[in-house]
């Protein structure tokens, strides 16, 4: 077993981690490889890291699927939010986080799907219009929302997480890089504070076994 002290050490590592770690997502070479390779977050044994000091939830105001304001704060006000910064483009990580989290949401009683939301913010608002998220999202979970706006809205919406993200550019062969942190972030719907952060390994069956106890604010 973890002793205290064991566990605010991996959390202040993770989130140092986060703060700096980028993961570079693009169309892949030949071989359909990782533009850049990944690198490894702190391994604490566990895919979930409760944080001693949670996060506010961002003042992000964007524009959601159906081309309507959306404001992250009011709109999920109360409610157990998981949020995570990505793009349709993505090779790789951005759909397989998100798929794990919608195989988790489908185990849970329909009750408990309704109250869960699950917000995903492109990093890459200039490809990712209201109409192209929407598409992509009914491809995972029809029910999840999908965020686009100004980039430097959604970088500093992100930098208030701990989570980096650059502009998508072109790599020397042409093709279109998207730099950002992979983290998703838990909101309590007792105080909508982010006090657990999973990293881009946490499994499907990670969120399955987490998600009953996120949807009551409990510690997993």
């Keep these: 077993m973890r002793t205290k002290t064991t566990k605010k050490l991996a959390a202040a590592a993770l989130l140092a981690t986060a703060a700096l770690t980028l993961t570079a997502c693009g169309s892949g070479d ?22 001693d000091k949670p996060f506010e939830k961002p003042n992000l105001v964007l524009t959601d699927t159906h081309g309507k304001k959306y404001d992250l704060r ?39 799907q309704d109250k869960l939301k699950v917000v995903f913010v492109t990093t890459d608002p200039k490809r990712d219009t209201s109409a192209e998220l929407g598409k992509w999202l009914k491809g995972v979970d029809a029910d999840f929302t999908g965020l686009t706006g100004d980039f430097s809205t959604i970088q500093a919406g992100a930098r208030q997480l701990g989570i980096s993200i650059e502009p998508s550019k072109k790599d020397k062969n042409g093709k279109i890089v998207s730099m950002h942190g992979t983290q998703v972030i838990a909101f309590s719907p007792k105080n909508d504070a982010g006090y657990v952060l999973y990293g881009e390994s946490a499994t499907a069956d990670d969120y399955t076994k987490d998600l009953p106890k996120l949807l009551k604010g409990q510690t997993p």
Excluded: Q, R
């Excluded at 006000?77 to 794990?100: A, E, S």
């Design 30 to 51: 030949d071989n359909k490889k990782p533009v850049a390779d990944v690198s490894t977050e702190t391994d604490s044994g566990k895919a979930a890291t409760v944080l």
């Design 74 to 112: 009011e709109e999920t006000k109360g409610k157990p939010t998981l949020i995570y910064f990505g793009y349709t483009h993505c090779p790789d990580v951005c759909p397989l986080t998100m798929n794990n989290i919608a195989v988790a949401k489908k185990a849970l009683p329909k009750a408990d």
